[in-house]
């Protein structure tokens, strides 16, 4: 089935440690975009890429980076500088015009 | 910048009401319309989309309906059912922003049996 596979599902961090969230897709969507969503709110875009080695920022970056190496896969790390990175990611990967396909989240939590 | 403290909107409706999800977007450029429902823990899932040529779409359970006069898009759902209480966010394409959509803030459907 095709689809975007975000990993992991949960992930702890500590205080001044970097860490990187997978997202991959097997739909040959050419555009990918990572999304911050807190408690009760809507989604904040982060980063976004439109084609392999090649990325914009969005309106939330700083403390965030990510890299698009090959089509399938658009990794984010929340960096040290992030100073409130507790939130739930969101990938996703979009075919051109249509809508979005969203990946099922990363639950960070600082530790 | 960051945003505090904010409450989503909440609609209640009891089972087998008809239910109706308000959003008002921002651009008039906007092309292209998306409804997502998102449960709790998950990512949203695509429900309905409206291109700005139409003013109506109808899907399963679900139609949108789309006035460019006052940019107000929304979501009705026939006959609710339980499994419909989730978040409901509509995004909007804005010509020439590079493939971006942008999000509304959310409703939150709650449905009470």
């Known amino acids: 089935d095709g689809g975007i596979t975000q990993s992991p599902k949960y992930l702890f961090r500590k205080e001044g440690q970097n860490v990187t969230l997978s997202c991959e897709q097997n739909l040959n969507h050419d555009a990918m975009y990572w999304y911050r969503q807190d408690p009760g709110q809507g989604l904040r875009l982060i980063y976004y890429s439109q084609i392999v080695n090649d990325f914009q920022k969005g309106d939330i970056a700083e403390g965030y980076s990510v890299s698009r190496e090959k089509k399938e896969s658009f990794p984010l790390t929340v960096t040290s500088a992030q100073k409130n990175p507790t939130a739930f990611y969101l990938c996703?990967?979009?075919?051109?015009?249509?809508?979005?396909?969203f990946g099922s989240g990363t639950r960070l939590t600082v530790v | 910048g960051e945003s505090v403290g904010l409450h989503l909107p909440t609609l209640s409706v009891q089972e087998g009401d008809n239910s109706i999800i308000n959003c008002a977007y921002s651009?008039?450029?906007?092309?292209?319309f998306i409804w997502y429902k998102q449960e709790s823990g998950k990512g949203p899932q695509f429900i309905i989309d409206i291109r700005s040529n139409m003013d109506k779409r109808q899907g399963q359970r679900v139609t949108v309906l789309l006035n460019k006069t006052v940019k107000h898009l929304s979501l009705q759902i026939a006959a609710t059912q339980p499994g419909d209480s989730a978040v409901y966010f509509c995004?909007?394409?804005?010509?020439?922003?590079?493939?971006?959509?942008?999000f509304g803030q959310g409703t939150e459907l709650s449905v009470k049996p």
């Open positions: 651009n008039s450029a906007s092309d292209y």
């Open positions: 995004a909007e394409n804005e010509k020439g922003q590079g493939g971006k959509l942008i």
């Open positions: 996703a990967s979009r075919p051109g015009f249509y809508g979005y396909t």
